[in-house]
């Protein structure tokens, strides 16, 4: 006998095990729990995955996930239209935006620079942005990149085309356009002790002022 | 802003995050992982859970999942038509069939008896195990459901029911038809001052002659 008792079974074992982090028993444990639920709420389901496929859109200006052509984000006009913020992937703009913290726009890179897994500058949508920054009249980019190697050489390639873009350099020099990143830092609630040492001397380095 | 940047983003993501243990950064990881997959990829995902629901059946005799009206354990003539391992759930077929150890066939009761839950006897397939015994010719019933107080109290009601059934009582007695359950003890690989007490003590009073 099969390991499967049904091909049906087994094919609907093999679509949610094929999901990133889905192993075999979790796949079999879905599937077994759709087999109990009414027909109609499976039926959603599998709607939902092939519209979700066919009509999710990306932002004609900035490419984060959208119904419209042009993103809510984009088209508020209570947004700071003079700032934009540059994510590595759609989830980042969820956890920025969760934040509460920033009000400006934003760029979807849609990956960062990698050469270990071949992605270079023409991959991602960093010529998209830097096509931005002049009819928007952009006045500050805001780097929010990964802390790792590949953010690092990302952010920096960034800021070079930036600054080798026509006039951009005497913009900056001038204090009219900004180049910024992230703090990196102590996570709020860390020990120091247990932090580990990159950061924390960062964190001396890039001290900031107290205020009470 | 909506915590999700699109509708159809938030309905994909609301039905992944229906199924038992994903929460919604899973379902969304998910999601985004489907977004970038090719689209014929979704939609061969979304055809196999329809397909799933809609098409995969109960077999008629022991009530395991299959494709068609008999399953192939019931069909097979290799397999021990004469004895029955009477199991929770599809799984519990596939976890005995995994150990390579058991030729019989089986009966799914789809569930075990537990007041807790409302769920009595009518509403497992114990009836449907007491009528396939006379016919079939059955010389071997092996209750293996779970070590739970649930477990034990169906066992004890599907026993008490055999005997009431007439001329079972008679046939146990001349040794013509035998009720088994599966062994319980310590675990294979497990150390005794790990185990705990019920399990060990069941050990020793169960303890079988040993034969190297």
Redesign the interface.
């Known amino acids: ?1 099969n ?7 087994e ?2 074992v ?2 949610f095990a ?5 192993g075999r028993k ?1 796949a ?8 109990r ?1 009414p ?1 109609q ?16 859109r990306y932002c004609r200006r900035c490419h ?4 419209q052509d042009v ?3 984009c088209q ?1 006009p209570r947004r700071d239209q003079k700032t934009i913020c540059v994510v590595e ?3 980042d ?2 956890s920025i ?2 934040t509460g913290q920033y009000n400006g726009l934003y760029h979807v890179l849609g990956g960062i620079i990698s050469p270990m897994d071949s992605i270079g500058p023409k991959d991602i949508e960093i010529d998209s942005l830097l096509a931005r920054l002049e009819p928007e009249q952009i006045r500050e980019v805001i780097l929010a990149l990964p802390t790792t190697m590949e953010g690092d050489t990302t952010n920096f390639y960034i800021y070079r085309r930036i600054q080798n873009t026509d006039g951009f350099a005497d913009r900056i020099q001038r204090g009219e356009f900004k180049i910024s990143q992230i703090a990196r830092g102590v996570a709020v609630g860390n020990e120091l002790e247990y932090t580990d040492e990159i950061t924390l001397g960062r964190s001396i380095v890039n001290r900031i002022e107290f205020t009470a």
């Open positions: 006998m390991e499967y008792p049904s091909i049906l079974l094919n609907a093999n679509q094929s999901l990133p982090g889905v979790t079999l444990r879905h599937v077994l729990y759709l087999l639920s027909e709420d499976v039926e959603r389901f599998a709607e939902a995955l092939t519209k979700l496929r066919k009509e999710v984060n996930i959208t119904d993103c809510p984000i508020s992937n759609v989830q703009v969820m935006e969760n």
